[in-house]
């Protein structure tokens, strides 16, 4: 025994720091339409390799090719065109409004908007979505009016929630968009739970899933990933991989599986890996999954390879702890640009009609910004009463709670 | 000897620093507290100081970085874990109450579990519902546990040494309203603290104001506002949720005959309850009034300021306890 080495700790470290060149070498990235699209019952042990590939439709050029393109009409890509312009227009207006005090605390989007706007096409209405704080792209594709998102980030008298959530922790039944929770990973094993409901109920609706590269070390995760497996629960269990947790890189919650999606291999689910940047491909990805549950085949895992451009909130300043220019190197590009310039090449887009959609979608935004500010922002005009916090604790009010709000004054 | 002035986030650094730099066998493991510096920027610089090894980012699970610093004190070192905010322990609850409380008991004095671990806790700055909690009561329900909470920046720079050098489990729970603080404290010297007794924070003569954590200034805040009113109240910061100090608080009630209970947290079932109850045990017949209790009110806490702070404990609120003690 003499001759082993003491033992050391391994603590994993991302390829570069501050200071240094930004190197993505690591990602390997296989050219569009090389991957595959088996057919929705395949045996999950047959696509095993897809859990460590990535799925990709828009090449260099902008073209559309592989056996995942040619799903979508070009009425349905300028609209998913929109949606993201739309979410990136409504991020960088409210990122603003943060700044001026109008509310307090934000979370954008940027470099993520093809995840959740195309990923909300390849669902039906009644669907539930179990989402995070990243994809309010699910609402602006569903049609969510601007102004109630504003009303609520604002907190004014408008406000959908009555001041009982923070800002951009949507809820929408009506939109299939589950009350975000902010304590990470739990929704996702409520949706299989409620995918399990739908199927003792005999329904035809489906559940999905959503949670971050870092979020997938908590427990909840995994004890949903038991569920969907053996259950065979009709949900779309997605992850986000953005690269960041914060300040944690991919690798501390990654470890030693090569890939997120490889999560999915140990408990016999189908994992897909998709270009997150690319929205046919977003698309096809999700259509399929979506496919296999309504088919009563299960859950279907996809993790989505993508980079979080800006900061993790407005509380977060990145270049603590990776390189600035980092999300000029990533691989995967800009997913409204290649969009758009695949509409271009199709002969269904120009760079005229881009500026000018531009200037719409931004006067859109501040239209509605001014409707809401018109109810109120967090430091000015009208607030929701103290009275609404005793509201809604239960059903029917409790007498001590009812004590306590008179004693409050209310 | 020298005074230094520092806030309360920076006392916390300095006292992880100095845990570091004593005992090689210490660590501090949690989210986001190597270049980010944890949540509330608590270990900002020291990976450059002790090594990305000793201020390590964990896998963002709270039952597992728990689980695993119990490990490792169980394994010999001294662990220091951090959590960035109450509610998230909640998910390392079992790790905590059924494991880390009750090792030492359960094996017969056999395994110890000498970790230290740390959050923020309370409510204030707008984090609404989920982030705003005061549990701290809940851990002063269990036994097999220690449980601090530093109201003041010199608690805050000399509470972790001691928390470091108790065999046993210890929280300490760091108000996230508390963190820019500032005092003056002797840059050197002795910094040793009874980690077993409450503070007499201001000597009064009429009601005794019994408080922890953030609630301590709110409760001096109203004294203030009484002294225009001829009322003297004596303050006392709890300091230690876990095992209580009966002695102080039943001495200064014996003394003032009255008591006003201040506890951020829900009413039912808090920590507040505790203290009247032991006030009405121990010292029923020393008592001219009812014991006061001024707690949160009982509703998930909302987002909006006007809202928050309506849900919580004020210096107003905590006055009007007061004068109702006194009768007046
Ligand atoms: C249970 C729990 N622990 C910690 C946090 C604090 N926190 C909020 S977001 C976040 C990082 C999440 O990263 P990831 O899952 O990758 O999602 P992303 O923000 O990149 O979309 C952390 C640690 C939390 N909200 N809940
Ligand atoms: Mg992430």
Known sequence: MSDLDRLSLHVPEPAVRPGGEPDFSNVKIPKAGSVPRPEVDVAPEEIRDLAYSIIRVLNRDGEAVGPWAGLLSDDELLAGLRHMMTLRAFDARMLMAQRQGKTSFYMQHLGEEAVSCAFRKALNKGDMNFPTYRQAGLLIADGYPMVEMMNQIFSNESDPLRGRQLPIMYSSKEHGFFTISGNLATQYVQAVGWAMASAIKRDTKIAAAWIGDGSTAESDFHSALVFASTYKAPVILNIVNNQWAISTFQGIARGGSGTFAARGLGFGIPALRVDGNDYLAVYAVAKWAAERARRNLGPTLIEYVTYRVGAHSTSDDPSAYRPKTESEAWPLGDPVLRLKKHLILRGAWSEERHAQAEAEILDEVIQAQKQAEGHGTLHAGGKPSVRDIFEGVYAEMPPHIRRQRQKAGY | ?328
Request: proline residues 5%; contains cysteine; glycine residues 8%.
């Open chain 2, 1 to 328: 000897m020298t005074n230094s002035r520092l806030t309360y986030r920076e006392a916390v650094r300095e006292a992880l620093r100095e845990a570091l730099a004593r005992d090689k066998r210490v660590f501090l493991m949690g989210e986001d507290v190597n270049r980010y510096g944890g949540a509330y920027a608590c270990s900002l610089g020291l990976p450059a100081e002790f090594g990305d090894e000793r201020v390590r980012d964990a896998p963002l699970s709270e039952s597992a970085f728990v689980g695993a610093g119990i490990g490792a004190a169980l394994g010999g070192m001294r662990p220091i874990v951090e959590i960035m905010t109450i509610n998230f322990s909640l998910l390392a609850l079992d790790q905590i109450v059924n494991s880390a409380a009750t090792l030492r008991h359960m094996s017969g004095g056999q395994f110890s579990v000498p970790i230290v671990i740390r959050m923020a806790t309370g409510a204030g700055r707008q984090l609404a519902a989920q982030h705003s909690h005061s549990l701290e009561g809940w851990y002063g329900h269990i036994p097999g546990i220690r449980v601090l909470a530093p109201a003041t920046v010199a608690d805050a720079r000399r509470m972790l040494w001691p928390a470091l050098e108790d065999p046993d489990p210890v929280i300490i729970m760091e108000h996230a309203t508390l963190y820019n603080d500032e005092d003056e404290l002797p840059a050197d010297g002795d910094m040793s603290v009874d980690i077993t007794k409450a503070a007499t924070r201001r000597q009064g003569s009429d009601v005794t104001v019994i408080a922890h954590s953030a609630c301590v200034k709110k409760a001096l805040n109203a004294a203030e506002m009484l002294v225009g009113e001829g009322i003297d109240c004596e303050v006392i910061d709890l300091r230690i949720l876990r095992p209580l100090d009966d002695e102080t608080i039943i001495a200064s009630v014996r003394k003032t005959h009255r008591a006003v209970v201040v506890d951020e947290a829900w009413r039912s079932g808090s920590l507040a309850a505790e203290i009247s109850s032991r006030i009405t045990e121990q010292a029923f017949y020393d008592l001219d009034a009812p014991v006061e209790r001024v707690c949160g009110a009982e509703v998930p806490i909302p987002y909006p300021k006007h809202l928050e702070q309506a849900a919580l404990p004020q210096p107003q609120s905590i006055a009007a306890a007061v004068r109702k003690a006194m009768r007046r």
